[in-house]
C-alpha cells in the first residue's frame, strides 16, 4: 500500500479568464460553474488523490491573472513543486505570454534548477472551435522550453482535466524518485513532511 | 495582595535575565537579572521571576492570577536601565524576543490602581499559577545560553527569561513533575501543556520551514510584499534578526538585507512615531467596549421630512447619522445614494440637481461616444484601449451573474456595465480598467438603473477608492499599515500570533481592502455596508473597524486552531458570504466608540481614525483624500465628539513620552 502521503503544493498560472479558477473547480469539486467569479488576491484548495500508489494531498494554488496584482500573487510562488502554465486556445495572446509567465514563476519562486523544474502546460478551453493557438503551435513551444508536457483541456466539459493534474504530480514524484537516489537525506523533502506518521520510506 | 510567595521552594535560579530592549538596532539592551523560582504553595504551583533588587521585597509585583479583569501595563522605559550583566553582542534573539513582553491583556494587577513610583525594574516582575500556563517557547539548542518564552492559556505572552547561568533544564524537569511537556507538532521548539492542545490540524502544511528565513525571502524577493510588512514590529523584528547573529538564519549578509530594508522604510511614515516606541512600551488600555444597538433602516418619509420645499437636504448631520446607524431603505437608495457618494451635492435644490443631471448626460455620452467610434483598423493600433476591453469583456460576464439584473446571456444589465466600464476608460485613461472595478459598479448600477446616474456615482467612488487599484496599489499598502496599526492597539496578543505565522501583514484582508468587503457579504447586505461606511461616521476609515471586528470575530478560532500561513488565508477567504452584516456594524461601531473615549490613543491610530485636531501633525495622503472628499460634499463635518488629544498630547516622535498618562497604569512612575 501507500507508506506515506506527502503533500505537494502546484500554481496555475496565465492571463486572466483562461480559465485557471475553472480549471481548478472542475478537477477538486467536479463541477463547471459558469457565475464563477474572476479571481481577487489567491486562494487555494486541497484535493487528496493516488498516483501510482503514492497518496498525495495536491494543494492548488489560484491565482489573479491581471498584470496589476502581480505583486500580490508572486510571494505566493515559492515552495511550490510543479507550475501549471495556463493559457486559452482561443486567446493567442495568452498563449504568447506563456513565456513571461514562466520567467516571473522562476524568478520569484526561487527556483534553483529552472532546468528540471516541472512545468505543466494546459491549452484550455478546447471545446471552443474557434482557436487562435493550433496543438502544433502549443507543441512546439513545449518542445522548444523544456520538453514541458501538453494537455489540451476543457474545464467546461472536463476534457483531460484529471490528467493533466495527474501528470503535475508524476512529474514531481518522479524528481522527487531520483533526488532520494541521490542523497538518502531528509532534507530533500524540507518543505514537505510525511503527512501521515505511518512507516516511512 | 502581592504578599511575597511563601511556600515550599522546589526551584531556585539566578542569574536569569530579561531583556529588555526596544528592539533598536544601535541601542544597548537593558539586561535585567533576576531570580526565578518555582513555588508550591496550599494547592498551587507557583513559578515566579522578580528583578535582583527586589527578590528580597515582593511588594511591588504584578501578579498575573486567574479569572480577573482589570488592567496590568508593562511599562519600561528605555533610559533607565540596568547595564550589568553579560554582553550582548552575541544575542541570538529570535523571532519570538521580538515581542519579549508584549500583549498583556487584561489581568488583575493584585494592587489595584495606581501605584507609588518604585524601582522601574520591578514591572517586569511577574508570576503566574502553573495552571494557566500553555506552552514555553525554548530557542534553539547549540546558541550560547537558552531562553524561554512561557505563553499562558489566555494567550498572555511573558517577557523571554534568558538563563545566562545555565538552570533551563533543570526548570523542565522540575515543571515536568506537574505538568506533562510535549513538542508542538508545529514547532519543536514549542512545549505544549498537556497534550490535549496537539489538535493542530494536519491537513495543511507549513510551508516555510523557517519563519524567519522566509519572512527575510519575501522581503528580500518582493518590494512590494516587503513594502506591505512595513509595521514597526515586524520591522524591529527584521532589524533583530539582522543584528542576532543566529547562524541558521543568518544565509544573508547582513547588509544586503538592511539597504533593503531601508528602500522599504519610506513607506513606513504612518507608523514611524511608533517605531521608536516598540509596542512593548505602547501596550494601551483601550477601555471598555460599549453595547451599540443599531436602528431600522431610514425610511422615504424620513428622509423627506428633511427636504425643504426647494429640495435643498437639511439636518445633513442627522440624516448621515441615522443612515450610519440603520442604513436606508431599498426604495431610497436610488436617490440617497447620489448624496452619499458626492454626486449630488446635499445643499442643492431640486431645479439645481436637475440641471447638473442634464450636463452630466451629456458629458456622459461624449465621452462614451468615443469609445463608441473607435473603428476596428483604430483599435488594432491602441494597444491600451484594445486590452482595456478585453479586460472588461472578461470581467462583465463574471460579475455577480447570479444576480437577476446580471444573469443569462443577453442581459442588458451586462451591456450597461460594460459600456460604462469602457467610459470610465475615456474619463480616466490613465488608470483603465483594473479588475476588481467591475465588483464596485455592479451594486451602483444595480441601485441607480440608470447609466449616467450609475457611471458618475462610480466616478465618486472611484475617486475614494482610486488608489487601491494604481499601479503601485499604493492605497492596499496604506490600507494595510493602517489596519496593522490599529489592530495592534486592540489586540496584540492576536498580531504577535500572525506574525508568528508570517501573517503579520494580513495578506489575507487584500479582498476586503481592494474592493472593500464586496464579495464578503450578500449582494444584498454589501448595499447596507457600503453606504454606512459612505456616510464617513463615525470617524476616517471606518471600514478598518469593520475588518478589525471580523479579525476579531475569528481570533479565537485561528488561535485555537493553531492556524498557519496557510490555513489563515483558507479561512479568512472562506468568510465569504458567512458573515452576518449586522454583528459586524455592531461592533465596529462599539470599536470606534471604544477607540473615540480612549484618551490615550497613539499619534499613530488618531491619524488613521482622523481623531487630531487641527494643529496636529501633517495629513497623510490618505486623510488629504478624506479633505477633498468632504469638500467636494459641500458639507460640513459632522457634528461628532471628536477626542481631543491628551493634554500633553504632543504629536512629537516619541509615543514613550506620553504613555504615562495612562490612567490604567499601575505604576505612575512618571
Ligand atoms: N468554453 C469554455 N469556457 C471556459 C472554460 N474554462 C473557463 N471558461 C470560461 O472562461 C472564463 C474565465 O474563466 P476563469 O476560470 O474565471 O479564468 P481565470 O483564469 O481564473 O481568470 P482570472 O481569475 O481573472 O485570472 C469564464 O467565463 C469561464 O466560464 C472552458 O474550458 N471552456
Ligand atoms: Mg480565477
Same mark, same amino acid.
Given at each position: 500500500m501507500a507508506s506515506k502521503s506527502s503533500l505537494l503544493k502546484v500554481i496555475l498560472l496565465g492571463d486572466?479568464?483562461?480559465g485557471k479558477s475553472s480549471l481548478m473547480n472542475r478537477y477538486v469539486t467536479n463541477k463547471f460553474d459558469t457565475q464563477l467569479f474572476h479571481t481577487i488576491g489567491v486562494e487555494f484548495l486541497n484535493k487528496e488523490l493516488e498516483v501510482d500508489n503514492h497518496m498525495v494531498t495536491m494543494q492548488i494554488w489560484d491565482t489573479a491573472?491581471?498584470?496589476?496584482f502581480r505583486s500580490l500573487r508572486t510571494? $505566493?510562488?515559492?515552495?511550490?513543486d510543479c507550475c501549471l502554465l495556463t493559457f486559452s486556445v482561443d486567446d493567442l495572446q495568452s498563449f504568447q505570454n506563456l513565456t513571461n509567465w514562466k520567467k516571473e514563476f522562476i524568478y520569484y519562486a526561487d527556483v534553483k534548477d529552472p532546468e528540471s523544474f516541472p512545468f505543466v502546460v494546459l491549452g484550455n478551453?478546447?471545446?471552443?472551435?474557434?482557436?487562435?493557438?493550433s496543438t502544433e503551435e502549443a507543441h512546439g513551444w513545449c518542445r522548444d522550453s523544456g520538453n514541458h508536457p501538453y494537455f489540451e483541456t476543457s474545464a467546461k466539459d472536463a476534457t483531460n482535466v484529471a490528467a493533466a493534474f495527474e501528470e503535475a504530480v508524476r512529474r514531481v514524484l518522479a524528481i522527487e524518485d531520483r533526488s532520494d537516489q541521490l542523497i538518502h537525506n531528509d532534507t530533500v523533502h524540507l518543505h514537505r513532511k510525511p503527512k501521515s506518521s505511518s512507516s516511512c520510506c | 495582595m502581592a504578599a511575597p510567595v511563601t511556600g515550599k521552594v522546589v526551584y531556585d535560579q539566578e542569574g536569569? $535575565?530579561?531583556?529588555?530592549?526596544?528592539?533598536? &538596532?544601535?541601542d544597548q539592551d537593558s539586561l535585567i537579572p533576576g531570580t526565578l523560582r518555582v513555588v508550591e504553595k496550599d494547592m498551587e504551583v507557583i513559578v515566579d521571576w522578580r528583578p535582583l533588587e527586589e527578590t528580597l521585597d515582593s511588594s511591588n509585583i504584578l501578579c498575573a492570577v486567574k479569572d480577573s479583569s482589570s488592567v496590568v501595563e508593562w511599562n519600561q522605559s528605555?533610559?533607565?536601565?540596568?547595564? @550589568? @550583566?553579560?554582553?550582548?553582542?552575541?544575542?541570538?534573539?529570535?523571532?519570538?524576543d521580538m515581542i519579549n513582553a508584549v500583549s498583556f491583556k487584561?489581568?488583575?494587577?493584585?494592587?489595584?490602581?495606581v501605584q507609588s513610583p518604585?524601582?522601574?525594574?520591578?514591572?517586569w516582575s511577574f508570576l503566574f499559577s502553573l495552571?494557566?500556563?500553555?506552552s514555553i517557547k525554548q530557542n534553539k539548542e547549540g546558541m550560547g545560553w537558552s531562553y524561554f518564552v512561557f505563553c499562558l492559556k489566555d494567550d498572555v505572552i511573558l517577557p523571554a527569561l534568558h538563563f545566562h547561568q545555565g538552570g533551563s533544564e533543570l526548570l523542565l524537569e522540575c515543571l515536568e513533575k506537574y505538568v506533562v511537556l510535549c513538542e508542538s507538532e508545529q514547532d519543536s521548539r514549542i512545549l505544549l501543556v498537556?497534550?490535549?492542545?496537539?489538535?493542530?490540524?494536519?491537513?495543511?502544511?507549513?510551508?516555510?520551514?523557517e519563519p524567519t528565513d522566509s519572512l527575510l525571502q519575501k522581503f528580500k524577493k518582493d518590494p512590494y510584499t516587503a513594502t506591505m510588512v512595513n509595521f514597526s514590529k515586524v520591522t524591529n523584528f527584521l532589524v533583530d534578526t539582522i543584528r542576532g547573529t543566529d547562524p541558521l538564519t543568518h544565509r544573508r549578509p547582513p547588509q544586503e538585507i538592511a539597504d533593503f530594508l531601508n528602500d522599504a522604510m519610506p513607506d513606513l511614515k504612518i507608523n514611524q512615531q511608533e517605531e521608536s516606541g516598540f509596542e512593548v512600551i505602547t501596550?494601551? %488600555?483601550?477601555g471598555t467596549r460599549p453595547e451599540v444597538h443599531r436602528r431600522e433602516p431610514v425610511s422615504t418619509a424620513e428622509w423627506e421630512s428633511n427636504?425643504?420645499? &426647494?429640495g435643498r437636504i437639511r439636518n445633513v448631520d442627522h440624516l448621515k447619522h441615522i443612515i450610519f446607524k440603520g442604513g436606508l431603505c431599498h426604495a431610497l437608495r436610488k436617490e440617497a445614494w447620489k448624496y452619499l457618494l458626492g454626486y $449630488?451635492?446635499? %445643499?442643492?435644490?431640486r431645479e439645481e440637481r436637475s440641471q447638473l443631471q442634464k450636463r452630466k448626460a451629456d458629458e456622459y455620452f461624449r465621452m462614451k461616444l468615443q469609445w463608441k467610434s473607435v473603428s476596428e483598423e483604430q483599435e488594432k493600433r491602441n494597444s491600451r484601449l484594445r486590452d482595456y476591453r478585453s479586460l472588461i469583456e472578461k470581467d462583465v460576464n463574471r460579475t %455577480?451573474?447570479?444576480n437577476k439584473f446580471y444573469e443569462?446571456?443577453?442581459?442588458p444589465g451586462l451591456i450597461l456595465l460594460h459600456d460604462i466600464l469602457m467610459t470610465y476608460c475615456m474619463y480616466d485613461f490613465d488608470l483603465g480598467y483594473v479588475q476588481g472595478m467591475s465588483d464596485l459598479l455592479s451594486p451602483v448600477l444595480y441601485v441607480m438603473e440608470n447609466e449616467v446616474d450609475a457611471f458618475w456615482c462610480f466616478v465618486s467612488y472611484m475617486d475614494e477608492m482610486h488608489q487601491n487599484f494604481e499601479e503601485q496599489m499604493q492605497g492596499m499598502k496604506t490600507q494595510l499599515v493602517q489596519l496593522s496599526t490599529l489592530l495592534r492597539l486592540l489586540d496584540s496578543s492576536f498580531c504577535s500570533y500572525l506574525e508568528s505565522q508570517d501573517s503579520g501583514y494580513l495578506y489575507f484582508c487584500f479582498r476586503w481592502l481592494l474592493i472593500r468587503f464586496k464579495r464578503e457579504f450578500s449582494f444584498h447586505d454589501i448595499l447596507r455596508v457600503w453606504e454606512v461606511m459612505w456616510t %464617513? &461616521?463615525?470617524?476616517?476609515? $471606518?471600514h478598518l473597524l469593520i475588518c478589525c471586528a471580523i479579525l476579531e470575530s475569528e481570533k479565537k478560532k485561528i488561535m485555537d486552531g493553531g492556524f498557519g500561513f496557510n490555513e489563515i488565508l483558507k479561512h479568512i477567504n472562506e468568510l465569504s458570504m458567512k458573515l452576518d452584516v449586522n454583528d459586524v456594524l455592531c461592533k465596529a461601531e462599539a470599536i470606534s466608540l471604544q477607540m473615540m473615549k480612549c484618551?490615550? &490613543?497613539p499619534p499613530a491610530v488618531c491619524e488613521v481614525l482622523g481623531l487630531?485636531?487641527?494643529?496636529?501633525a501633517p495629513a497623510c495622503d490618505l486623510a488629504e483624500d478624506y479633505v477633498v472628499r468632504k469638500h467636494y460634499q459641500n458639507s460640513t463635518p459632522p457634528n461628532n465628539p471628536v477626542p481631543a488629544l491628551?493634554?500633553? @498630547?504632543?504629536? @512629537?516622535?516619541?509615543?514613550l513620552k506620553r504613555l504615562p498618562n495612562s490612567v490604567h497604569t499601575p505604576t505612575s512612575a512618571w
Open positions: 486572466g479568464g483562461v491573472g491581471q498584470e496589476r510571494p $505566493f510562488y515559492r515552495g511550490s478551453k478546447v471545446d471552443i472551435s474557434e482557436r487562435q493557438v | 536569569v $535575565f530579561i531583556h529588555s530592549s526596544c528592539g533598536k &538596532l544601535e528605555p533610559k533607565e536601565r540596568n547595564n @550589568g @550583566g553579560p554582553e550582548h553582542q552575541n544575542s541570538y534573539e529570535a523571532e519570538w487584561k489581568r488583575q494587577f493584585t494592587n489595584g490602581g518604585i524601582n522601574i525594574q520591578s514591572k495552571t494557566d500556563l500553555k498537556d497534550c490535549q492542545n496537539r489538535s493542530l490540524s494536519q491537513s495543511f502544511e507549513n510551508l516555510h520551514e501596550r494601551i %488600555d483601550v427636504m425643504d420645499s &426647494l $449630488f451635492p446635499w %445643499d442643492s435644490t %455577480d451573474r447570479t443569462g446571456q443577453d442581459n %464617513d &461616521l463615525p470617524c476616517q476609515n $471606518f484618551k490615550d &490613543l487630531t485636531d487641527n494643529t496636529s491628551p493634554p500633553n @498630547g504632543t504629536r @512629537g516622535n516619541s509615543s
